[in-house]
Nanobody
C-alpha cells in the first residue's frame, strides 16, 4: 500500500488543521492506520490510531480531547482533525499502515503552530 499525507501548514496557536492520508494499492480498512509525529530534536511518537478491526480509535494523552481520527472507506482516506493546536504540536506528521508483519510509511506533512 502507498500512503500520501497532506494537509499540513502554518497555523496560530488555538487554530485547527485537518490532515489526510490517502491510500492506494489497497484499502485503508485492511490495515491499522496511525498518525505519528516527529518534532525537531525529538523522537517520532505515536499520536493516534484507528484499528483495522472494529475501527477502534486510540490517542496519545497529549492530544486527547483535541484530535479526532476518522476513516473514510469511500475515499480510502484516514483523516486527523486537529483542534486547539498548541506550539508543542509542531512537527512532521506521518501516516503509517500496519497489518501483521507488514508496515508502510507515507511521507511527512509539516505542521507548524505559532504562538
Amino acid at each position: 500500500v502507498q500512503l500520501q499525507a497532506s494537509g499540513g501548514g502554518l497555523v496560530q496557536s488555538g487554530g485547527s488543521l485537518r490532515l489526510s492520508c490517502v491510500a492506494s494499492g489497497s484499502t485503508v480498512d485492511a490495515y491499522d492506520i496511525a498518525w505519528f509525529r516527529e518534532a525537531p530534536g525529538k523522537k517520532r511518537e505515536g499520536v493516534s490510531c484507528v484499528s483495522r478491526r472494529g475501527g477502534r480509535t486510540y490517542y496519545a494523552d497529549s492530544v486527547k480531547g483535541r484530535f479526532t481520527i476518522s476513516r473514510d472507506n469511500t475515499n480510502n482516506t484516514v483523516h486527523l482533525q486537529m483542534n486547539s493546536l498548541k506550539t508543542e504540536d509542531t512537527g512532521d506528521y506521518y501516516c503509517h499502515a500496519k497489518r501483521g508483519r507488514w508496515e508502510f510509511w507515507g511521507q511527512g506533512t509539516l505542521v507548524t503552530v505559532s504562538s
